[in-house]
């Protein structure tokens, strides 16, 4: 277990009052939530900071680069600076939040899309209704009714999208057509 490490409160303040950024960069006064986690900790310029838990570090890495905006990370994210800090633990601690982690994209996130088209509602309510996946066997349990509700996904995707991808085709057919027929 990694040793505990202080926050330095001048450097949270710092970071508080500047945006949070998408993606990696150089030490220049910008950064992305975990370069801010290893600023205010006192760790080296990296978006790996050896105090935070690895599963921890991933989740807000993948969260602060795919929110759209500044502002949604730092009203989504901020809050969370100091309390990241010091999260490195135990392997088995690790283990346990990688569970939670795949619980909550399975039961939450995955049924909250599902949910906005009437076919796959019935998808949702089967992850819904899975016992929390704690480990391996859970995984294991889950992935037949996640492979179903996948499968249905991307049909229902695909049946919805043909006939803008038709258009798109026969539009870029055109557009072939006219720029061989292009003549300076």
């Known amino acids: 277990m990694e040793q505990s490490q202080l926050i330095d409160e001048a450097r949270l303040a710092e970071v508080l009052r500047k945006p949070l950024l998408k993606g990696y960069h150089t030490p220049d006064g910008k950064m992305c939530v975990m370069e801010a986690a290893a600023y205010i900790s006192g760790e080296r310029w990296s978006d790996a900071p050896e105090c935070v838990c690895p599963v921890i570090r991933s989740f807000m890495i993948s969260w602060n680069d ?16 100091a309390q990241v800090v010091n999260t490195k633990s135990t392997s088995e601690a690790e283990e346990r939040r990688s569970y939670m982690a795949i619980d909550w994209l399975i039961r939450v996130h995955t049924t909250r899309f599902l949910d906005l088209t009437d076919d796959l509602k019935v998808h949702a309510k089967a992850l819904r209704d899975l016992d ?30 043909q006939p803008t991808v038709e258009w ?17």
């Not at 929110?67 to 969370?80: I, N, Y």
């Not at 798109?168 to 300076?184: F, G, H, P, T, Y």
């Open 66 to 81: 795919s929110l759209p905006a500044d502002e949604d990370r730092g009203r989504l994210l901020k809050p969370f600076l």
């Open 132 to 161: 929390e996946i704690t480990d391996l066997a859970g995984v294991v349990a889950a992935g037949e009714i996640t492979s179903a509700a996948l499968s249905a996904a991307d049909s229902a995707a695909r049946s919805a999208l």
């Open 168 to 184: 798109l085709q026969k539009s870029a057919s055109d557009l072939l057509e006219r720029m061989i027929n292009c003549s300076v």
